[in-house]
């Protein structure tokens, strides 16, 4: 009986851990431009640039003439666009791999000039650097804990209902 009951609670540690490994392999590091307060969260939607960001690929997604494109830089149309300034949705309530299959809602709400609650960004601006990241979507790792949410959105980071 003891043998049996030590192979059981073998199993199980061996379950949760393998459990834990596979969910830390999925989550990707949060750029330093990103806001704080995020760090479980997959999307971005930049809406100056009418863009999105999935931070566990650490590419930039968007249209280019009805194909959504995904790039490790951001178009060279957008070369001079200030990642560290710029508003940036957190979509907080999309699971998938495609979040423009919601552009239309997206940009609705969320229409180019939009600005919710002020954000702090995860890290701060390299000196003698533009903040465009035209050629480097990442950033170093960051702490915080602030979420911030009300009842129809978190204060344009992109929770609905």
Do not use: C
Request: charged residues 25%.
């Amino acid at each position: 009986m003891k043998k049996l009951v030590f192979a059981s609670v073998l199993f199980m540690s061996v379950f949760f851990a393998q459990a834990q490994v596979s969910i830390n392999v999925n989550i990707g590091t949060p750029p330093n431009w990103g806001p704080q307060g995020y760090d479980d969260s997959r999307y971005y939607f930049l809406p100056d640039i009418d863009v999105y960001y999935d931070v566990n690929q650490s590419v930039f997604i968007y249209d280019n003439g009805g194909k959504w494109m995904r790039e490790k830089r951001l178009p060279s149309r957008y070369r001079n666009y200030d990642l560290y300034s710029g508003y940036k949705v957190v979509l907080t309530d999309y699971r998938g791999d495609a979040p423009y299959s919601y552009h239309t809602k997206h940009v609705k709400a969320y229409p180019k000039g939009y600005h919710g609650k002020p954000q702090k960004n995860r890290g701060e601006k390299p000196k003698g650097n533009n903040g465009n990241h035209y050629g480097n979507a990442k950033g170093n790792k960051g702490k915080n804990n602030s979420k911030q949410s009300d009842k129809n959105h978190d204060h344009g980071n992109g929770k609905h209902r």
